[in-house]
């Protein structure tokens, strides 16, 4: 047999030589390796299988004996792949053909050194930052045998009970597109065969960032408008910068499952968009849609998503099971298990995996660059742009590095990290150690835990966590006891990491009453209190934005968290992160974002019969693209370089940014466009543009965007992508909530 591989190789060699593309060389190098294949061994390579769970980390003789006889194409979140990579593909030489298996992972966050949860990342609006995040993940990953990563995750979402909003890219399509591009090229690179690279997989396809109250696996209804407008977005630029693999979702689109979902597999995705990579199903949806009540039997439910367009079946081993038989009873076409075996035959050949198998287990590269000081340092670099100043009033922040400093609360002195998939990691610094490490000498730091998580109980069991063994009111008395000493009172509170995240949904984000009440009480001391808000999503904070003196928003920010927050506390680092999805004020306003349609009764004061809330404002607490700096900024009114454009021309929109306070800071400078009057309506304002800028204190800049018509194009009930002329206003400013406007028309 290793005859026949090596005639194969050496075919496509003496056919490059001739003077063939690269594409023409792997088409040609995989139709002879086809030509081979029993319709088995083409079924067994789409069969997509997890780690063996041995205990001892040994091979499963039940997963090695799939490996060795073909029925595994692709492995994934392998238990130290380090090693278990080379066994799998030594098992996978015992097959007739020796074809090489995939090895893929969720390596989302990071692989040793870890990142900022992506959410957070996407704070910093540093889209060349979050690029080298995904290369230097890909880089540590890609040297320990995994070659693939099931990431980029790029799913809008507009509710923040939804667990998962902690790993997409916010609520805005425009700046989820460049997250996703960015993160995408950072994998790949323009060439993932040349090592340090990874092929990427965009999720979930699609759609899936839009439950139904929020909650995790449930379904969703939508307008095939407002996904072109909003939700399809991200996906679209993901294939546009290429990604080599997609994953489609768990929830139905327009009532069929997305895993078997022909319009979106296929006519959207294969055809409108040209999709040409590798289509996997995440975690066992294909058996799933039975209890979707979409199908009766296993091999219905693999008939449907093979015909919908699917290459790979991740765990349900539906395909491997029924497929032989669904061809044999004409369910399901030959030419298309060919399709799907091709597509996955395309990803081993361009991972360079038939050239050699153990391409990406390079244990000297990784000895080199795995938590290397410049991994570790671009990982605090991210981690301090992700951190958004919330509040901040009388400049109690940054802290003085003196007197004495009482840290409270549940994650104070705990490590509260979300590691989405990156179980190699090693342990981070908490607040406290950080802190004491930063002011030894200079200031007496203090510590009381004051609260549990949660005193629900409910709750507690299904996030695996214990209450202390104190009673609530002795962490309580504790922690006022500790604070009536201090100067100053940061409170690490918030959520712990294992309520955000898959299957992690929440009704109540609100602060768990047990540590709203502790801050009640710490309130009363009439010390400076801080919070240091711990959370994968935007809570509901209205309590603690009243009553609190300064906030800042700190997520799960990986590695160099500790590190981060404390820079930041000491103003080492001037935050200049911004909000990538609205704050609401109350868990009522859910779904608010910014880029909301206009009300038939817009709201008015004392006019009952507007669009409003009797209880609270309309407006959020923060709204998107918001953040405090230590410095202010100042802007000028917009101008415009004309006031009306056509078709072929462009408008430069401008403003001065000036920094009006103490510190050199960076600001987010933001670009809003509102089509006044359109065939449907639009959103009240939409981001178009952004720039990052850096501003000593006192000094100021000019900021320019260009406006052209293709900026202005949105779909229509008939999902052309088309502008219409009209009034359009232009916003630019610190945040979405900006008010005063610049107008132009187009012609
Ligand atoms: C998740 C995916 C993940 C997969 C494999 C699923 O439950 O939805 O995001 O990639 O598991 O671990």
Redo the contacts with the bound molecule.
């Keep these: 047999m290793k005859k026949i591989f090596t005639l194969l190789i050496s075919s496509a060699i003496a056919i490059s030589a001739l003077g063939q593309s690269t594409d023409e060389k792997m088409d040609t190098f995989i139709k002879q390796l086809m030509n081979k294949m029993t319709l088995e061994e083409k079924i067994g390579q789409l069969n997509l299988q997890g780690g063996w769970y041995d205990p001892n980390g040994k091979v499963d003789p039940q997963y090695a004996e799939k490996v060795k006889t073909g029925q595994i194409g692709g492995s994934?979140?392998i238990p130290n792949p380090e090693k278990n990579a080379k066994l799998i593909q030594d098992l996978a030489k015992q097959t007739r053909l020796k074809i090489p298996v995939l090895i893929g992972g969720?390596v989302v966050q990071g692989y040793k050194t870890i990142f900022p949860i992506p959410l957070a990342e996407t704070m910093s609006w540093d889209l060349k930052g979050m690029e080298k995040s995904t290369a230097i993940t890909a880089n540590e990953a890609s040297s320990q045998g995994i070659s693939w990563t099931?990431a980029p995750?790029i799913d809008i979402s507009r509710d923040p009970r939804w667990g998962r909003v902690s790993e997409g890219v916010g609520e805005d399509p425009y700046l989820g597109s460049l997250v996703a591009a960015a993160r995408v090229k950072g994998f790949q690179g323009n060439d993932y065969l040349k090592s340090q690279n990874m092929m990427a997989c965009m999720?979930?396809f699609a759609m899936y960032g839009a439950p139904e109250a929020g909650k995790d696996y449930t379904g969703l209804d939508m307008s095939k408008r407002l996904m072109y407008e909003v939700y399809l977005k991200p996906y679209k630029a993901a294939v546009e910068a290429g990604v080599g693999s997609i994953?489609s979702s768990?929830n139905d689109v327009q009532g069929v499952p997305a895993s078997g979902n022909k319009w979106l597999l296929t006519d959207l995705l294969r055809n409108d968009w040209g999709f040409k990579g590798l289509l996997i199903s995440?975690?066992t949806s294909i058996a799933e849609m039975k209890h979707h009540g979409v199908v009766a039997t296993d091999a219905d439910a693999a008939a449907l998503s093979m015909n919908a367009g699917m290459d790979m079946d991740?765990i349900s081993e539906y395909f491997l099971k029924n497929l032989k038989k669904l061809v044999q009873s004409g369910k399901v076409s030959e030419a298309d298990i060919n399709r799907a075996t091709y597509n996955v035959l395309a990803a081993k050949y361009k991972l360079g995996l038939f050239e050699n198998p153990y391409r990406y287990i390079n244990e000297k590269r990784a000895a080199k660059d795995i938590m290397s000081p410049a991994h570790l340092q671009h990982a605090l670099e991210m981690a301090q742009r992700s951190i958004v100043l919330l509040k901040n009033s009388n400049q109690t922040l940054p802290l003085k590095s003196q007197g004495t400093i009482a840290l409270i609360g549940p994650f104070a002195r705990t490590e509260n990290v979300q590691n989405i998939g990156a179980t190699n990691a090693a342990r981070p610094l908490n607040i406290y150690e950080a802190l004491t490490e930063q002011l030894k000498g200079k200031a007496t730091i203090l510590y009381a835990k004051g609260a549990n998580i949660s005193e629900n109980d409910l709750l507690m069991s299904r996030i695996y966590q214990k209450k202390d063994a104190r009673s609530a009111e002795e962490l309580k008395n504790e922690a006022i006891n500790t604070a009536k000493q201090a100067d100053v009172i940061i409170a690490v509170m918030g959520e712990f990491a294992g309520m955000t995240g898959?299957a992690a949904s929440m009704s109540d984000i609100q602060m768990q009453e047990n540590q709203r009440d502790l801050l009640k009480e710490l309130r009363k001391l009439n010390k400076p209190i801080v919070l240091v808000l711990k959370s994968g999503r935007p809570m509901v904070i209205d309590w603690e934005n009243d009553n609190l003196d300064a906030i800042l928003a700190t997520w799960y920010l990986g590695t160099k968290e500790a590190d981060a927050i404390v820079n930041v506390l000491l103003g080492k680092f001037n935050p200049s992160g911004k909000t990538t999805i609205t704050f609401p004020r109350s868990i009522g306003q859910i779904p608010i974002y910014y880029a909301h349609a206009n009300s038939s009764r817009p709201e008015i004061e004392g006019d009952k019969y507007t669009s409003k809330y009797l209880d609270i404002s309309s407006e959020p607490l923060y709204p998107f693209g918001y953040g405090l700096s230590y410095t202010s900024f100042e802007y000028s009114p917009v101008t415009l370089s004309a006031n009306t454009l056509t078709n072929s021309g462009k408008i430069t929109a401008s403003v001065t940014v000036k920094n009006t306070g103490n510190y050199d800071g960076d600001e987010v400078v933001q670009l809003y466009i509102q089509d006044v009057v359109g065939s449907i309506k639009r959103p009240v304002k939409e981001l178009k543009g952004f720039e990052k800028i850096s501003l000593k204190a006192g000094a100021s800049q000019i900021v320019n965007f260009m406006i052209t018509e293709d900026m202005l194009r949105f779909y229509n009930n008939q999902l052309e992508l088309k502008s219409e002329p009209g009034l359009f206003k232009v916003y630019i400013g610190t945040n979405s909530s900006v008010k005063e406007a610049a107008e132009f028309e187009l012609k």
Excluded: G, S, V
């Design positions: 994934f979140n969720d099931f995750m999720k979930h994953m768990f995440d975690y991740m898959e």
